[in-house]
């Protein structure tokens, strides 16, 4: 990468996870502050902590279009602008329906699509599937330090203190948008990383992509249901919330830790199916297990390290199945509907297990998670074997319309290469390659030939 480029994508990866932080931080104390606030119900309390997905999934694409047109750093700039009024809102409130509606303004300012294209604007084609990558441990990254910091900071500041320390960071992150993301030369249309309304249909007649998207859907509705009860089983068991850290820091750490293996078995061995499904039968486990155990310490904190053992699998599995099984002119549809699916889920969850959680008791939000993971396994046993291609661009600006011709030919012949994909518009092959045995130096020496000439 280039100087240039590896600041947008620092910057940028900086901006997305400073304002995941913020949404993240409140989750694992939210329903305790909740539950003392004016007018609050059950279902209230887990709709506070879900509502920012639903109005993400409706503004996402708008956002997007309109990056388009009036250009990507002064839509990020009004996202984060939203994300802070929405913060002071609920820094603010003392009634739970000031909080529903500071959290509903938090999400409208629905940014991540355009983050994504903007990043793919400021970077080359052989350098993009880095960035996003790098965005990507970004967001996970300021997940797992929000669930172990919230608690901390909240009996430090209090959870209005949360809300104005979240306020805090976008203003950092406008002034990085400012001051350190570059300004694009151009914008383009860029396939892999941009949602494009006009292919939708394509992604709806795929019967595998919907199945992964229904996957996105139970495993973020799960985890905001979840987080509903999760805090009030620890603390009605006899742990303080300010000490609720000591279970989520080892939990999560070990839990990331206990994956790698399965990942290496999924990718490397070639056994994906196996892993996904063993991933959801252990979530299954883990929602029986906090069904029956929610009043025992003890079994708090074992059932919770199975949740997230198969959480965090399935939430690093999803997006590399999207990606092997889309055309690599369609990811960027895909990744949006798939993203999209992903707040819906969260946007539901909390308000599910809210409405559970009020009308039959703890209990009922676990086997409300199960029945949903279940339907999910049915589901998943008649996916297909996922094809094990990963994803390359090669820029075909400035070429002649024969010789790209030519060189598609020629790409075709190598050994490993699956599929191709031309882009005119774009300029851009998207090629599907096998990396167990893809000929690597005649695939460059093409490239060296044709491109980098």
């Not at 949903?372 to 074997?385: E, G, I, T, V």
Request: glycine residues 8%; positive net charge; charged residues 15%.
């Amino acid at each position: 990468m280039s100087a240039s480029e590896k600041r947008a994508t620092w910057s940028l990866a900086s901006i997305y996870a400073l304002r995941m932080l913020g949404l993240f931080l409140i989750m694992p104390v939210l329903s305790l502050f909740a539950e003392q606030l004016e007018g609050s119900t059950p279902f209230l309390m887990g709709l506070s902590i879900s509502i920012y997905g639903l109005t993400q999934v409706v503004l996402q694409i708008p956002f997007g279009i309109l990056s388009d047109r009036y250009g990507r750093k002064q839509i990020i700039i009004i996202g984060l602008i939203l994300f802070f009024i929405g913060s002071v809102v609920a820094a603010l409130s003392t009634t739970i329906y000031g909080v529903l509606i500071g959290r509903a303004i938090q999400g409208s300012g629905a940014i991540a699509a355009t983050i994504m294209a903007l990043v793919a604007d400021l970077t080359q084609e052989v350098h993009r599937t880095k960035a996003m990558a790098l965005i990507g441990a970004s967001i996970g990254v300021s997940f797992g330090v929000a669930i172990i910091a919230g608690p901390v900071i909240a009996d430090l500041i209090g959870v209005s203190g949360l809300f104005w320390m979240t306020a805090l960071l976008t203003l950092m992150a406008i002034a990085v948008v400012i001051y350190i993301v570059p300004n694009p030369a151009s914008y383009k249309s860029h396939s892999d990383t941009q949602l494009n309304p006009s292919k939708f249909s394509s992604i709806f007649k795929d019967a595998e992509l919907l199945r992964l998207n229904y996957g996105i859907f139970t495993l973020h509705l799960m985890l905001t249901a979840s987080f509903v009860v999760v805090p009030l089983a620890m603390r009605d068991s006899g742990l303080l919330p300010s000490k609720h850290w000591l279970v989520y820091l080892p939990v999560f750490v070990t839990s990331m830790a206990a994956m790698i293996p399965f990942i290496i078995l999924a990718e490397k061995k070639r056994k994906m199916k196996g892993v996904f499904i063993g991933a959801i039968v252990a979530l299954i486990i883990a929602d029986l297990g906090l069904a029956s155990t929610n009043t025992s310490l003890t079994g708090i904190v074992i059932f919770l390290w199975l949740f997230f053992c198969g959480f965090n699998l399935l939430e690093a599995t999803l997006p590399s199945l999207i990606s092997k099984t889309v055309p690599g002119d369609l990811k960027g549809t895909a990744m949006g509907i798939y993203s999209s699916c992903q707040f819906l889920g969260a946007g539901i969850g909390g308000a599910a297990g809210g409405w559970c959680y009020g009308q039959y008791g703890m209990g009922a939000v676990f086997w409300f998670c199960a029945a949903a993971a279940f339907s999910w396994f049915l589901l998943s046993l008649w996916m297909k074997p996922p094809r094990y291609w990963a994803n390359l661009m090669i820029s075909l600006t400035d070429m002649p319309e024969h010789e790209i011709e030519q060189f598609v030919k020629k790409v075709l012949k190598v050994k490993g290469v699956e599929e191709i994909t031309l882009r005119t518009d774009e300029a851009v092959a998207y090629l599907k390659v096998d990396n167990q045995c893809l000929e690597k130096d005649q695939l460059q020496s093409l490239i060296n030939q044709y491109v980098n000439r």
